[in-house]
């Protein structure tokens, strides 16, 4: 049973944007903190971004270029990349965890729920 879908990837020129969209099930969207991962070739998944009913919080690298925020009504999370980055190529996934943001590690093995991943590409 998939219960995360991620789209909007696709490729652009530095200083774009895309906005990507995580439809979650009921069930896994209501229970805690949906994060958006993501990994470059060759390097570790990292977190970027993440969301509950009490706030968001970013990585240092994407601090005042990505948003993320969610529609409560249609159970999705979404992650708006602005001025994007030639070294934010990689491949994106959303992620839920069953804790709150705030007890959140925002760390891989934590959250338990992912995403098929879709891809961004950011050419110079």
């Known amino acids: 049973q998939v219960q995360l879908v991620e789209s909007g990837g696709g490729s652009v020129q530095a200083g774009g944007s895309l906005r990507l969209s995580c439809a979650a099930s009921?069930?896994?969207?209501?229970?805690?903190?949906m994060g958006w991962f993501r990994q470059a070739s060759g390097k570790e998944r990292e977190g970027v971004a993440r969301?509950?009913?009490?706030?968001?919080g970013y990585a240092d690298s994407v601090k005042g270029r990505f948003t993320v925020s969610r529609d409560n009504a249609k159970f999705t999370a979404y992650l708006q990349m602005d001025s994007l980055k030639p070294e934010d190529t990689a491949m994106y996934y959303c992620a839920a965890s069953p804790f709150d943001c705030a007890y959140s590690t925002f760390t891989v093995p934590e959250y338990n729920n992912w995403g098929q991943g879709t891809q961004v590409t950011v050419s110079s």
């Open positions: 969301i509950d009913s009490a706030g968001t």
């Open positions: 009921r069930y896994i969207y209501s229970r805690g903190c």
